[in-house]
């Protein structure tokens, strides 16, 4: 991999990057089969990361000819990878071992180790004979839909698609290493004006975000819409609250620090909420909820957006859901894409009925969904929340942070670039958007 990095910093063409020789293993972050069952009787808080996630060579497998080749440049760690790690709510071999049994191509995934990750910046190194839109050298990012698209079912909406799945969660060989191998229609240029940390932690993420609230797939939201959004700097929510802002609405952010009210605000955000000084107690005890705490948070909303909201951007789940069910004002819809603190979710159905909400599913984006949402991060306007920046050997400790919410906006992780601040092309674009903007979640210090 050395070489083709040297190459790669040296700007060799497509060509000369084609003409070199694959490594026959690679550098990459994977846990391990016969490990799944580590933390069996350890509470979920106390699943360590650190201890599940190895560094180290995996071999290079073979191609298919709808993928490519990439010289991963940098990744970012998502909640999957989390998920990944603790081995919750299943291991995610039982989904390499299904995705085995699928196809020839489909067999290389189950292995006794999988390689995690879901975002790259990337080079491509080389391309399968069925690759038409792509070559090597070209500079990339990377969407994480990953289907069989001789699926009838993949055509329409990708995301409905019968064999959907998310690369490098319900796949093998995914972005937390120096090489991956994806499917050609996965790929989206790179950001220009951006670092490869900078456009490495965008498309899970701000393509979820994107299709939750602007597709017509989900909440279609509509100029002066107010939007309540929990985890407003979390990694989804640090893109919901920049599309409300872009599509005229009015988010009403919530965060659980005043570090965080300040970065909101540098972000535009007006509405903040601190739900640690706000000190909800939605649930009375494990079985109850209160209420009357629904109500506090409603006119808290109301005291700073004169009115209820028209949406709600859910993912926390169980300890929230009920709040933003009684929230969401009449006709109003909760998207939700998650429940990061528990599944199993209860709200007041009459809430729901007799106002005619709507609760609405998302999950990750289509094609043309993370394609558009990549284009307003090309165009500058959607800024990349990037906080922090580590080595691959330290997956494991930038799991760990997410798991127990120390960060804010998304964490990189460089890969085969040696150093943070490379990969910059257009620094025209970059001075236009502005390095204050762009560098905002990492020197807010919340
Ligand atoms: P993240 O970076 O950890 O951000 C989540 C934010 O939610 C946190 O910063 C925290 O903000 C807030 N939060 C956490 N627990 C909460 C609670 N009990 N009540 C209220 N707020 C709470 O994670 P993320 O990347 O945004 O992902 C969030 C969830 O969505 C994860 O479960 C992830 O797996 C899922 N996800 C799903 C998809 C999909 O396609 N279905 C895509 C991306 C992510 P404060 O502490 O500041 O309030």
């Known amino acids: ?106 067999a290389r995934h189950a292995l006794d180790y999988h390689v995690v990750g879901s975002d790259a910046s990337a080079v491509v190194l080389k391309v399968g004979s069925a690759v038409r839109k792509w070559k090597p050298g070209d500079k990339v990012t990377v969407h994480c839909n990953y289907l069989d698209d001789q699926s009838p079912s993949a055509h329409d ?45 965008n498309a899970l993420c701000n393509s979820t975000s994107y299709r939750m609230l602007v597709s017509r797939n989900g909440a279609n939201m509509r100029q002066g819409d107010k939007v309540l959004v929990w ?37 535009g955000v007006e509405a903040v909420i601190d739900r640690k000084v706000a000190n909800y107690r939605f649930w009375k005890d494990e079985h109850t909820q209160d209420e009357s705490e629904w109500r506090r948070l409603g006119k808290d909303i109301r005291a700073l957006v004169g009115d209820d909201v028209d949406i709600v951007f859910e993912h926390p789940g169980r300890q929230t859901m009920g709040a933003s069910v009684f929230a969401a004002k009449r006709a109003g819809m909760i998207v939700t894409c ?18 005619l909400k709507t609760i609405k599913g998302s999950h990750f984006a289509n094609y043309r969904e993370a394609w558009d949402a990549n284009q307003l991060i090309c ?40 150093e943070e601040g490379l990969g910059i092309d257009d620094h025209e674009l970059r001075e236009k958007v502005g390095e204050d903007r762009i560098n905002l979640f990492r020197n807010s210090g919340a």
């Open 379 to 418: 165009d500058g306007k959607v800024l990349p929340p990037l906080s922090a920046v580590h080595p691959l050997e330290a997956v494991g400790e930038a799991a760990y942070q997410v798991h127990h919410n120390l960060h804010e906006g998304k964490i990189g992780v460089l890969c085969l670039a040696p």
């Open 157 to 201: 909406d990708s995301m409905l698609a019968d064999n959907q799945r998310i690369w490098g969660f319900e796949t093998n060989f995914g972005g937390l290493a120096d090489l991956s191998i994806v499917k050609a229609n996965q790929l989206m240029p790179k950001p220009t004006h951006l670092t490869w940390e900078e456009a490495a932690i």
């Open 1 to 106: 991999m050395k070489e083709i990095l040297s190459a790669i910093q040296a700007g060799a063409s497509g060509d000369e990057l084609a003409a070199l020789p694959l490594p026959e293993s690679y550098r990459a972050a994977f846990v391990k089969r016969d490990e799944a069952n580590m933390f069996e009787g350890v509470a979920s808080e106390d699943k360590d990361p650190r201890k599940s996630i190895h560094v180290d060579e995996v071999a290079t497998p073979e191609l298919a000819p709808d993928e490519v080749y990439l010289a991963v440049m940098a990744s970012s760690i998502n909640f999957n990878t989390v998920w990944t790690s603790i081995f919750e709510p299943l291991s995610t071999f039982g989904f390499l071992d299904r995705l085995g049994k699928e196809s020839v191509w489909g």
């Open 338 to 355: 998650a429940a990061t603190s528990g599944y199993m979710i209860e709200y007041d159905n009459r809430h729901l009925w007799m106002k």
């Open 231 to 267: 985890g407003a700097s979390g990694g989804l929510g640090a893109y919901a609250v920049q599309h409300i802002l872009n599509g005229g609405g009015t988010p009403v952010g919530v965060v659980s620090s005043q570090s965080k009210v300040d970065l909101l605000h540098s972000l």
